[in-house]
């Protein structure tokens, strides 16, 4: 099992920029992912972006690329999404998720073995 712990998130005005990170402990992330789905209210939880552990791979999901960027630090086991450019629509609460990395090009929230607690991102126009 992979503890993830979340940090930052919080309220900009549009065009404004963020950054998450999320902490991992526990056991070895070789052979895993680690990345970020989203939830607006009353919508499903939806797909972000990942990094691969082995190897640094990333994929985003197409409303955010160009716009998010997900960074991590081996030593601290941490993995950043910094965000730029955010629109109103980028308001969601953002889960740190984890799981083992099977080629898949973009994730389900089946493919997460873990989650974070979560954090809240709103942006207003």
């Known amino acids: 099992q992979v503890q993830l712990v979340e940090s930052g998130g919080g309220s900009v005005q549009a065009g404004g920029s963020l950054r998450l990170s999320c902490a991992a402990s526990g056991r070895t992330l070789r052979n895993y992912f680690m990345g970020w789905f989203r939830q607006a209210p009353g919508k499903e939880r939806e797909f972000v972006t990942y990094i691969t552990w082995n190897g640094g791979y990333t994929n985003y999901a197409e409303s955010v690329k160009g716009r998010f960027t997900i960074s991590r630090d081996d030593a601290k086991k941490t993995v950043y999404l910094q965000m730029n450019s955010l629109k109103p629509e980028d308001t969601a609460v953002y889960y740190c998720?984890?799981?083992?990395?099977?080629?898949?090009?973009?994730?389900?929230?089946?493919?997460?073995?873990?989650w974070g607690q979560g954090t809240q991102v709103t942006v207003s126009s």
């Open positions: 998720a984890a799981g083992r990395y099977r080629g898949s090009s973009v994730l389900r929230t089946g493919d997460v073995e873990d």
